[in-house]
Nanobody, 117 residues
Framework: VQLQASGGGMVQAGGSLRLSCVISGNIFRLNALAWYRQVPGKQRELVAGIRSDGRTNYADSVKGRFTISRENAKNTVYLQMNSLKPEDTGNYYC????????????WGQGTQVTVSS
């Protein structure tokens, strides 16, 4: 399984970004997928997750601003990030997730998001 995240960049507060993650392997349709964020000096944390039936879960800090979605035909999961804040800055990773939202696979390359005030 390979996880390839992209779409990060530098934006001003209030701006938007859309992250994409292509997941190889024949597991996409069956499992939960999630985005995680890591900031230097802190543990990687769950940002948003989506189950195979479409149910979603969001960190309190991003509710109402971020939207996770998946496109099974393209083996891709997205994270639409609106109204970005400086505290959203970090390296964003995607992964297959356990029922508990813990990451299931080895990490792929993340994509850096930097939000300036």
């Amino acid at each position: 399984v390979q996880l390839q995240a992209s779409g990060g960049g530098m934006v001003q507060a209030g701006g938007s970004l859309r992250l994409s993650c292509v997941i190889s392997g024949n597991i996409f349709r069956l499992n939960a997928l999630a985005w995680y964020r890591q900031v230097p000096g802190k543990q990687r944390e769950l940002v948003a997750g989506i189950r195979s039936d479409g149910r979603t879960n969001y960190a309190d800090s991003v509710k109402g601003r971020f939207t996770i979605s998946r496109e099974n035909a393209k083996n891709t999961v997205y994270l639409q990030m609106n109204s970005l804040k400086p505290e959203d800055t970090g390296n964003y990773y995607c992964n297959e997730a356990e029922n508990s939202w813990s990451p299931k696979r080895s990490w792929g390359q993340g994509t850096q998001v930097t939000v300036s005030s």
